[in-house]
């Protein structure tokens, strides 16, 4: 049995790491894949290790390890070293007995390989095929993010949603952010499915549910800008039918937010023709303040004319983005 394997920080992991593992595969019968994780880095080995065993939890050949270790012991550097290669071929060599290949995208895998006996097989060294590193994915993830497989996505994407009762603004306020930020924009389904607030079922309810949901998950940006989300959709059943609307929690998962906007109710109302009242719709503001309580959903309240409102949503989404960009700044990469 012909054994390989392939080793890096996968920091995150993206699509040209993939395909140097399905790469590997392809000459070899069995590989492993280590995660080799520093005792400098903050990055948690259990999330880097959930997005490859995701990615690759149909393939029976591949098994994907961990290893920590000291920067003390084992140096980590992005320069192509003899003296580093020589000290983690011994550690590799200690790990994978027997094994016959080496697959990287690196200039030092020539040296590890060597040190260990075996062969070194290089995949894409010019990245011409998937010209993405990590650094470029941590340096620029709106750049990236088209490198990035679902299983990373999923846990980079930030979600910010707008809440508030009727002709509070929320619609346009998301576009705006939307476009300031680049972000994606996903707006409400209800709009599109009941024509008048004055007169809709539970029965449509539901279906607004689903459907907002589903425009969630195919919205694929690093930064989604949400109007409205489920909670006040179940505002409007207990307000209007005093029914608890009874939603999956896939639902609930899909409309998690990293940060929800509450629009005060504190500016003109304006009858389009559709809306409710103003006293049902300030009445419908209690209902969804209440709910969001329910759930234990914790917002910002964000008030005062357009501008400023805009202007305090700016103010932290920015802080919501920079705090993952800070998070996401992590230690040197060494082996990819």
């Keep these: 049995m012909r054994k390989a394997f392939v080793f890096g920080k996968f920091m995150p992991f993206h699509k040209g790491h993939e395909a140097m593992i399905r790469f590997a595969l392809t000459k070899c019968d069995f590989l492993s894949v280590l995660i080799c994780v520093s005792n400098q880095e903050t990055m948690p080995a259990v999330l880097r290790k959930s997005w490859l065993d995701e990615t690759f939890r149909q393939e029976q050949r591949v098994e994907i390890l961990t290893y920590h270790y000291d920067e003390n012991i084992l140096p980590s550097t992005s320069e192509t070293s003899a003296s580093v290669s020589e000290v983690w071929a011994a550690a590799f060599s200690e790990l994978f007995p027997g094994y016959s290949i ?86 409400e389904a209800g709009r599109d499915i009941v024509a008048d607030s004055n007169d809709f079922s539970m029965d449509d309810l539901y279906t607004i549910a689903t459907e907002h949901a589903r425009r969630i998950q195919a919205a694929d940006a690093p930064l989604l800008i ?6 006040i959709t179940m505002s409007y059943g207990e307000y209007a039918f005093r ?94």
């Design 102 to 187: 080496l697959v990287t995208s690196e200039p030092y895998g020539d040296l590890v390989a060597g040190f260990m006996g075996i062969q070194h097989i290089p995949f894409d060294p010019e990245r011409k095929h998937f010209p993405v590193s990590a650094t470029m994915v941590r340096n620029n993830l709106n750049l990236a993010w088209s490198y990035l497989p679902g299983s990373v996505k999923a846990t980079m994407v930030k979600k910010v949603v707008i809440l508030g009762t009727e002709s509070t603004g929320k619609t346009t306020l998301t576009g705006r952010l939307a476009r300031h930020f680049h972000a994606a924009a996903v707006m």
């Design 226 to 231: 949400i109007d409205t989300d489920i909670h």
């Design 243 to 336: 029914q608890t609307m009874q939603i999956e929690e896939n639902i609930f998962a899909i409309n998690k937010a990293d940060l929800y906007l509450y629009l005060d109710n504190d500016v003109p109302f304006v009858q389009d023709g559709t809306r409710i009242d103003e006293a049902a719709r300030n009445e419908l503001d209690l209902s969804h303040r209440h709910v969001l309580e329910k759930y234990g959903v914790n917002y910002e309240l964000i008030s005062g004319d357009w501008e400023e409102r805009f202007e305090q949503a700016v103010v932290l989404i920015n802080r919501l983005v920079n705090f993952r960009s800070q998070g996401a700044n992590f230690s040197s990469v060494t082996h990819s």
